[in-house]
């Protein structure tokens, strides 16, 4: 009875709590079910998604997406086989001060536990051994992402790798449900865990901002914002794989493709195109004014729509005023 109990808890957390890109829409919530002592897990209403993948341009040669943050994992996601949980890789466990306890169980095996996070592996994917071995690569990145964001994380999160056909759409590679302490990416078994590293880090950094800002603003955060901060966090890892050394030079290279240093839908060049060129604006409004102005205007979202937030208000400009001068700061 239990275990049906837990397989149906795990279902619904699965399948219908929505992803950190979502718009602000409040959730509407029903009746609430518990695991021992957790806080109640409640059912939500799915909530309209705003899409960030849109066809790529015949003009401009795109990399394969990085990530695409979309919905929740979808109901074949499921459930380990009893006593999957807790099996751990001998030596695989990282003892480092951290955070308490254990991040929120996943479907999987967990085959690591670092300061601060799980590690989860399922079927198909990279080896229970390769990710365990990245593990304590996953927790200086999170280090390295507290200290560019100031901020550190404040409760366990578990991190599982999945294969790609366990993924909303075949273009995601990550997601994280910050409301719930999880996040997961997606690779094939022989794909590039190099990546997969940077694509955790980035949903790692949805975590901070959750943290930080509270749920609240999260769900409401403008997506400009919302991706680029996140990216931007994901920081010199991410840039690497552009061989770009700052944020700046990666909007040249972009601008260089073909592509225009605009704000809006910069998504038609690729979710990564778009998550970048968004970044590099955060990386011209934090040099410009500093990183508090950044958090009061990441609070003022108001939903997920691009320009949601208060510019106007905490910059004394516009939205489009901020982005000539920002274009104007990538120069040539
Ligand atoms: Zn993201």
């Not at 309209?48 to 066809?55: L, Q, S």
């Not at 931007?232 to 700052?246: K, Y």
């Amino acid at each position: 009875m239990l275990r049906v109990l837990l397989r149906a808890c795990l279902l619904m957390i699965a399948t219908v709590f929505p992803c950190v890109i979502t718009t602000g829409t409040p959730p509407v919530a029903f009746a609430a079910t518990s695991v021992s002592s957790a806080p109640p897990l409640f059912l939500r209403a799915q909530p309209a998604v705003v899409t960030i993948r849109e066809p790529t341009t015949q003009a401009v040669q795109i990399q394969p997406a990085l990530l695409v943050d979309t919905v929740p994992l979808p109901i074949e996601a499921q459930i380990p086989p009893p006593g999957e949980m807790t099996a751990a890789l001998p030596g695989a466990m990282v003892p480092a001060p951290g955070i308490a306890g254990d991040g929120p169980p996943m479907p999987g095996t967990r085959v690591a536990q670092t300061g601060r996070i799980d590690v989860y592996v399922g079927l198909r994917t990279f080896t229970p051994e390769q990710v365990a071995a990245i593990t304590p690569r996953i927790e200086r990145l999170l280090r390295d992402n507290e200290e560019r964001f100031g901020f550190m994380l404040q409760s366990r999160v578990s991190l599982a790798f999945y294969r790609p056909s366990l993924a909303p759409s075949k273009d995601t590679r990550g997601i994280a449900y910050t409301e719930e302490g999880r996040a997961a990416v997606f690779y094939r078994p022989h794909e590039d865990i190099e990546r997969a590293l940077v694509v955790a880090s980035h949903e790692l950094a949805h975590h901070l901002q959750a943290q930080r800002y509270g749920e609240d603003i999260q769900k409401r955060a403008d997506i400009i914002l919302l991706e680029g901060l996140a990216t931007w966090i994901t920081g010199p890892p991410w840039l690497a794989m552009n061989g770009a050394e700052s944020w700046k030079a990666r909007a040249r290279q972009i601008r260089d493709m073909g592509v225009p240093l605009r704000l809006l839908q910069p998504q038609r060049y690729g979710s990564d195109i778009a998550y970048e060129l968004w970044a590099s604006f955060v990386d011209f409004l934090i040099e410009r004014d500093g990183m508090e102005k950044l958090h009061l205007l990441y609070a003022s979202g108001r939903s997920r729509e691009p320009g949601s937030s208060d510019y106007e208000g905490v910059y004394g400009a516009s939205l489009d005023e901020l982005a000539d001068e920002w274009r104007a700061w990538v120069g040539n």
